[in-house]
């Protein structure tokens, strides 16, 4: 399996970004998708997973301001950030295979990508 994250760049407090996902290697239409981050010296961080019937859940920080979907015709999931903060300054992977643990929390099972850098200035 191979990811291939995109979209990061530079913005402002306020803006907005939109992150794509491209996965290869195998199919993932009944996998549930998602996204997570690491800023740096701190811990990956889950962010956001849609199961395989579109169902969408997101780390508490999201509050309303992040929307994950998915286009399995295209092997493709996608992260719309908005109302973006200096905190949420941070490298962004994709990874395809999520597992729900108890507690409401997502472990990542799958092979992670490069990861795509986002950054928020003030």
């Not at 979907?69 to 092997?75: A, E, F, L, W």
């Not at 997502?106 to 990861?115: H, K």
Request: proline residues 2%.
């Amino acid at each position: 399996v191979q990811l291939q994250a995109s979209g990061g760049g530079m913005v402002q407090a306020g803006g907005s970004l939109r992150l794509s996902c491209a996965a290869s290697g195998g199919t993932f239409h009944e996998n549930t998708l998602g996204w997570y981050r690491q800023a740096p010296g701190k811990q990956r961080l889950f962010v956001a997973a849609i199961t395989r019937d579109g169902t969408a859940n997101y780390g508490d920080f999201v509050k309303g301001r992040f929307t994950i979907t998915r286009d399995d015709s295209k092997n493709m999931h996608y992260l719309q950030m908005d109302s973006l903060t200096v905190d949420d300054t941070a490298v962004y992977y994709c990874n395809v295979d999520l597992r729900p643990m108890f507690g409401g929390v997502w472990f990542a099972v799958g092979s992670w990508g490069q990861g795509t850098l986002v950054t928020v200035s003030s």
